[in-house]
T-cell receptor, first 115, second 109 residues
């Protein structure tokens, strides 16, 4: 069963506007959440993360929000730029397990930023 | 410069054949991982290794085998028992963050 879900397979947004990507999880043991960006035929690159002790983490144009009670997190990209067009994966980990690099990934959201 | 190198970029497998995907890292990370990506799906963990000469099965280990004889190297063999091997394979290693290689696309002839 899928423990991390990204229910929107695609998102189209105009350049300069806000992109909001959503992610839901079911496993209450998850305590560390990450977003990765991926271009075709390349490996994912780390974007931003958040620990369960926080509800917000910001890094430049990227902000991740965590709502533990709803088991929901979101990634905001402001302002969106053409180079942001990529697939974005949400991932979760239970750092208390034997290897926190054992991530559970969502199916990804394809973001297209239009001029 | 430091990173993870996967080879080859593209690989073709004939029916009944075993193929091995290479993964080398120079990040001095103890932990290494193999993930598989299918179209429209997220990454799924195949095997992982936290230290040399030790490895554990991930969520979809059937039909795969690995070895970890050196800290820098974590090759993945796709055996003939893997009936649906066509996928994009990603190797990763972790220190405080998880870093990925550029991937190998495996297809069946």
């Amino acid at each position: 069963d899928q423990q991390v879900k990204q229910n929107s397979p695609s998102l189209s947004v105009q350049e300069g506007r806000i992109s909001i990507l959503n992610c839901d999880y079911t496993n209450s043991m998850f305590d560390y959440f990450l977003w990765y960006k991926k271009y075709p035929a390349e490996g994912p690159t780390f974007l931003i993360s958040i620990s369960s002790i926080k509800d917000k983490n910001e890094d430049g144009r990227f902000t991740v929000f965590l709502n533990k009670s709803a088991k929901h997190l979101s990634l905001h990209i402001v302002p969106s730029q053409p180079g942001d067009s990529a697939v974005y994966f949400c991932a979760a980990s239970a750092r208390s397990t034997d290897s926190w690099g054992k991530l559970q990934f969502g199916a990804g959201t394809q973001v297209v930023v239009t001029p | 410069d430091g990173g993870i190198t996967q080879s080859p970029k593209y690989l073709f497998r004939k029916e009944g054949q075993n193929v091995t995907l290479s993964c080398e890292q120079n990040l001095n990370h103890d932990a290494m991982y193999w993930y598989r990506q299918d179209p429209g799906q997220g990454l799924r963990l195949i095997y992982y290794s936290q230290i040399v000469n030790d490895f554990q099965k991930g969520d979809i280990a059937e039909g795969y085998s690995v070895s970890r004889e050196k800290k820098e190297s974590f090759p993945l063999t796709v055996t003939s028992a893997q009936k649906n091997p066509t996928a994009f394979y990603l190797c990763a290693s972790s220190g405080r963050k998880l870093f990925f290689g550029s991937g190998t696309q495996l297809s069946v002839l």
